[in-house]
């Protein structure tokens, strides 16, 4: 009798919880992601947005989104990595290079003509942080980390064909690397967040800045200069800049299994890569935008860049100090990466011509 009395009790309480249960089963989050990136952008629509729907569908709506690009937020582009480290949002997406040196091992990809290709170089750097600087985003759940397609130079008056044309001229550089190295090219480097642009060059605060082709029309840099100059890819790409998208730890580790697994699934190697490929495939109409300006483009040769390496190496070689005073091996760490690029790059192409591209399916 008392068995059957510990059984019933048993089965009601199973019964009881079992609602509990369903309901933890189907629990719902909303995420609030935010970043600096205009709400017109490339980044925003083909990159950002994608992604959600992408995690929403997957998760069959029980991961939603609050999006606010620009900042709506609030705070500055400087503090968006420690909204999601303390919690003020969920998810954010912003340079590491903001806040220079803070993140130094992962610089590696800023240097001077390292990148070949942003698919390529986004799975490298994603490979590199995984094995060779993994603590330097602990404080956070990284979801993927990318390069933008090859930067270049946009000058409001004067087309730069040599290094020798850089002299004088205030130039608004990204991160620390950049700046050291517009110093080194006879420029005047100015940093500033991205957002800052579009005021400067028309007060003229600066007289042109280094970003890739693929941002241009979200910031009207082909409104307000004149002269753009790309370089030849087969004399390397000038510089990248490197990105995190990055969760709030405590706000991951809340989630359910299942909801877990769909940011799992949505992060990582492939997650990294399709974004990289997403962003330099933009570089295809941020391009076009300053041809229809009637803008002058100028290709700089192979030849004439080896000048560019010559002066830029200069950072190369103070990165790998850096690293040596920190206690790491900054050769072999800037080896590690060449190598991973190189690696990549192999089985990764730039983007000839403008396509739609549609979020990864390949967990990371």
């Not at 060059?201 to 753009?228: N, Q, R, Y």
């Not at 990055?246 to 949505?266: C, E, F, G, R, V």
Request: proline share 6%.
């Amino acid at each position: 009798m008392i068995q059957r009395r510990t059984l019933l009790q048993s089965g009601a309480a199973v019964a009881f919880g079992a609602p509990a249960l369903v309901g933890l089963a189907q629990q719902s989050v909303t995420l609030k992601f935010h970043t600096f990136m205009a709400p017109q952008s490339n980044v925003w629509l083909n990159m950002h947005k994608a992604w959600m729907d992408k995690v929403t569908k997957d998760s069959d709506g029980r991961i939603k989104f609050e999006a606010y690009p620009a900042m709506q937020l609030g705070g500055t582009p400087v503090q968006l990595f420690d909204q999601a480290r303390d919690g003020v949002v969920d998810i954010v997406w912003t340079l590491p290079g903001n806040t220079p040196g803070r993140f130094p091992r992962i610089e590696v990809f800023e240097l001077p003509f390292m990148m070949n290709n942003a698919e390529a170089t986004s799975k490298a750097f994603w490979e590199y942080t995984q094995t060779a600087a993994k603590d330097e985003f602990k404080d956070v759940q990284v979801l993927a980390l990318q390069v933008h397609g090859p930067g270049m130079f946009h000058m409001r008056n004067k087309q730069v064909k040599t290094a020798a044309d850089l002299v004088g001229s205030k130039v608004r550089g990204p991160t620390r690397q950049i700046t050291k190295m517009l110093s080194y090219l006879g420029a005047s480097p100015v940093g500033m967040p991205l957002p800052q642009i579009p005021d400067a060059l028309s007060k003229g605060v600066i007289d042109g800045c280094v970003i890739p082709w693929e941002v241009v029309p979200s910031v009207k840099v082909h409104e307000l200069t004149k002269f753009h100059s790309e370089f030849d890819p087969a004399g390397g790409a000038l510089y990248t800049t490197t990105f995190v998208m990055a969760m709030n730890k405590a706000k991951y580790a809340s989630l359910p299994p299942d909801l877990k697994a769909i940011i799992d699934k949505n992060s990582g190697l492939e997650t990294s890569a399709w974004l990289g490929k997403v962003q330099q495939t933009g570089d295809i109409a941020g391009r076009e935008s300053a041809v229809k300006q009637g803008n002058s483009i100028y290709t700089i040769p192979a030849a004439e860049a080896q000048e560019f390496k010559r002066k830029a190496r200069l950072v190369e070689v103070e990165w790998m100090q850096d690293m040596d005073k920190r206690g790491f091996n900054g050769k072999q760490l800037l080896e590690t990466a060449k190598g991973l690029i190189e690696k990549h790059g192999k089985v990764a192409a730039a983007p000839a011509a403008p396509a739609k591209t549609a979020a990864p399916a390949k967990k990371g």
